[in-house]
Antibody, heavy 119, light 107 residues
């Protein structure tokens, strides 16, 4: 059974760095073809893909966030991470992590974690 | 970047109706498109992958079709549990991009 759960700070101030953790079970990020991705959704708005990390440590980012993103993984502890630097109010959203499989859109998603950026 | 344009933005329908929604890609994405259903307060649920492959457990009233730049999601017999926002997602090239969504509501 595949499960994913996101965790984060809840609220942070503009210019700070947002650190998110995705803790998963039911698969391994050391298995060929597996990956974890991050997607966000501002309240009442659409979905935005942010980044993927793959079993071979390949990483892909959404260029619209202009080098503010860093994705990483801890295979031993079944976790993936996303950092967003220099946040502002536009980064307020629900952040989802999802299991990726090579050449497929993700089937398994976490429940999402709400992040608010406010001074 | 590949822009995915969904239409209509919203629509009202009745139980039993046949519903068709569109997703158009700004460039050829092959069959590398999936469809998601998102109900209020829930994570997106994948319905279709590779443009036309229905996920296990998804009712057969949901059908995906298309390739290249034009994709369609059809609900053949609208049910009371189907109101939601439906999104397409292309994974043919990075950055992956979602359509803006089609909000489906009951009259």
């Amino acid at each position: 059974q595949v499960t994913l759960k996101e965790s984060g700070p809840g609220i942070l101030q503009p210019s700070q760095t947002l650190s998110l953790t995705c803790t998963f079970s039911g698969f391994s990020l050391s298995t060929y073809g597996m990956g974890v991705g991050w997607i966000r959704q501002p309240s009442g708005k659409g979905l935005e893909w942010l980044a993927n990390i793959w079993w071979d440590d390949d990483k892909y980012y959404n260029p619209s966030l202009k080098n503010r993103l860093t994705i990483s993984k801890d295979t031993s502890n079944n976790q993936a991470f996303l950092k967003i630097t220099n946040v502002d109010t536009a980064d307020t959203a629900t952040y989802y992590c999802a299991r990726m499989r090579l050449r497929r859109v993700p089937l398994y998603w976490g429940q999402g974690v709400m992040v608010t950026v406010s001074s | 970047n590949t822009v995915m344009t969904q239409s209509p933005t919203s629509m009202f329908t009745s139980v039993g109706d046949r519903v068709t929604m569109s997703c158009k890609a700004s460039q050829n994405v092959g069959i590398n498109v999936g469809w998601y259903q998102q109900k209020t307060g829930q994570s997106p649920k994948r319905l279709i992958y590779w443009a036309s492959n229905r996920d296990t457990g998804v009712p057969d009233r949901f059908t995906g079709s298309g390739s290249g730049t034009d994709f369609t999601l059809t609900i053949s017999n609208m049910q009371a549990e189907d109101p939601a926002i439906y999104y397409c997602l292309q994974h043919n090239s990075y950055p992956w991009t979602f359509g803006g969504g089609t909000k489906l509501e009951l009259k």
